[in-house]
């Protein structure tokens, strides 16, 4: 079993950078790929951007260019960057992870973190 805490939310104004973190903790090496997701009111969550054990990214269109997500392995962190943030990125994040599916689709992550509150506005 893998926990996940996610920390680095906030407000910002539109232009604005904010850096999310997932510390984890448990059976991490038997983790395949750790994803991004965000969910906004009366949306559906998506996936944001996705990092595999072996360094493999995937974006959102949504947000590439902006976004960067990585890790550190030492530290059992996995980290999205988010820069040039839009209104239309206000939602709260979550990161998950899936010891054998490296997709794209949020239901097949099978390990959640509790959420962090990203509000961009002016």
């Known amino acids: 079993q893998v926990q996940l805490v996610e920390s680095g939310g906030g407000l910002v104004q539109p232009g604005g950078s904010l850096r999310l973190s997932c510390a984890a903790a448990?059976?991490?090496?038997?983790?395949?790929?750790v994803a991004w997701h965000r969910q906004a009111p009366g949306k559906q969550r998506e996936l944001v951007a996705r990092?595999?054990?072996?360094?493999?990214?995937h974006y959102a269109d949504s947000v590439k260019g902006r976004f960067t997500i990585s890790r550190d392995n030492a530290k059992k962190t996995v980290f999205l960057q988010m820069n040039s943030l839009k209104p239309e990125d206000t939602a709260v994040y979550y990161c998950?992870?899936?010891?054998?599916?490296?997709?794209?689709?949020?239901?097949?992550?099978?390990?959640w973190g509790q959420g962090t509150q990203v509000t961009v506005s002016s």
């Open positions: 448990g059976s991490i090496f038997s983790i395949n790929a």
């Open positions: 990092i595999t054990s072996g360094g493999n990214t």
């Open positions: 998950a992870a899936s010891k054998y599916y490296s997709g794209t689709d949020p239901r097949r992550y099978g390990s």
